[in-house]
């Protein structure tokens, strides 16, 4: 018998459907199933857990149906037959060649909005507008529905919901998050911490076959930081003035905090620049021989021709909104440290970046920045390893 399961989020930033720039009136399953995904990779590579790379060709799991029935027919259980086909445990959810997503998913009702991004950088302004001026995105209240059949829907129900709350604590939703949209709060069932500590065990007792290679991937668990800081008004005035979606509440300004912009007070906004201009990163000119910078913040712009390789960083920013209470703005920063990032043969880990991006907050808001959560997963990982 099928089993349900109802969602109701509130967007704080908008979502973006994922579908084909201009033509974007509808919210795409795909792009939030793609993301319920990546983040559960995310999960499962800081337990440990081999996870498959599905977009490549050689390492990405595949079923062979013909194997499959040999082994149903010889009385073996779906389990021992994943298991010795190596299908990984993202994707025994959500499936991949030769074996089906485990849910079907809906989305109930998603409002649109139309945006436009904020910068005070002339050349931002320029790409930006030829990318999304004019473009919709989904904002309010949403629904999803989804549902579950066969085997282990309970475990495959209780882990989505652990990923949905991951996100609300963690991360963002759907597409493009390096644009900021995707910010997220979940009003039914509301984000669960222990929850997620529970489903990991959980997870973790399946026995799911163990990389040690998963722990050093650069999307994993274990070099995630998120930080949640409260900025106040003063201290976002420049992007007030100019933004035409403030009537909703979030300021579309990522670029320039992530890359550069100056205000007309000749302040000067943009962490690609700062870090270049006060802690000396060095930058590539050659996309396949990347320094410092380029592998925290992807390729610098004069270097690539595509919005994704643009984009293609370690860090991400969201948009800040408005806080509930009127006082002041949110802003959510977390941030992947590479594996391999070193400045001056001096390796960063994922402490030293989060240090480094509290500096840099510091400098671009001073006395206007308050950092109100910081949260590591790999305290998260140690509290479930542990056992408490
Ligand atoms: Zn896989």
């Excluded at 009385?75 to 997503?101: N, S």
């Excluded at 609300?168 to 509301?190: N, S, T, V, Y």
């Excluded at 594996?339 to 480094?356: F, M, Q, R, S």
Aim: proline residues 2%; aromatic residues 12%.
């Amino acid at each position: 018998m099928a089993d349900e399961m109802n969602i109701k989020i509130k967007t704080y930033t908008p979502l973006w459907s994922g579908g084909v720039a201009k033509d974007c009136d509808r919210l795409h399953e795909t792009s939030i199933v793609g993301s319920l995904r990546f983040w559960y990779e995310v999960i499962c590579r800081g337990l440990g857990i081999s996870v498959c790379d599905i977009t490549s060709d050689d390492n990405r799991c595949m079923l062979d149906a013909e194997k499959y029935n040999e082994g149903i027919k010889k009385g073996k259980t779906v389990d021992d037959i994943l298991d010795e086909q190596g299908i990984c445990a993202v994707c025994r959810i959500f499936g991949c060649g030769g074996w089906k997503r485990r849910f079907q998913f809906r989305v109930v009702n998603a409002p649109l909005v139309t945006f436009s991004f904020v910068s005070l950088n002339q050349e931002n302004k320029g790409w930006l507008g030829r990318i999304f001026n004019g473009n919709k995105a989904f904002f309010g209240d949403i629904g999803f529905d989804l549902c579950f059949y066969g085997r282990d829907s309970e475990f495959i129900k209780s882990q989505l919901l652990m990923v949905f709350s991951f996100i609300e604590l963690f991360g963002g939703l759907g597409a493009k998050m390096q644009h900021g949209f995707g910010q997220i709060h979940l009003l039914e069932p509301a984000c669960d911490e222990r929850l997620i500590m529970n489903q990991m065990k959980q997870l973790l007792n399946k026995g799911a076959a163990l990389s040690e290679n998963s722990i050093e991937h650069d999307y994993s668990l274990s070099n995630l930081v998120t930080m949640d800081c409260d900025i106040n008004k003063e201290g976002l005035k420049s992007f007030i003035e100019k933004n035409s979606s403030n009537k909703e509440g979030y300021i579309p300004c990522v670029f320039d905090l992530k890359y550069e912009a100056n205000d007309k007070d000749g302040k000067f906004f943009g962490f690609r620049r700062w870090l270049k201009e006060n802690k000396d990163w060095q930058e590539s000119a050659d996309v396949s021989q990347p320094k410092e910078l380029d592998l925290l913040l992807g390729p610098s712009s004069q270097n690539v021709k595509d919005d994704e390789q643009r984009l293609a960083g370690r860090v991400f920013f969201s948009m800040p909104y408005k806080r509930a209470d009127g006082q002041g703005y949110r802003l959510r920063v977390f941030a992947f440290a590479p594996p391999g990032l070193c400045v001056k043969d001096k390796h960063i880990d994922v402490k030293e970046l989060a240090d480094i991006l509290k500096d840099y907050l510091e400098y671009i808001f001073g006395g206007n920045v308050n950092i109100v959560e910081k949260r590591y997963g790999s305290d998260l990982v140690k509290k479930v390893m542990g056992g408490e």
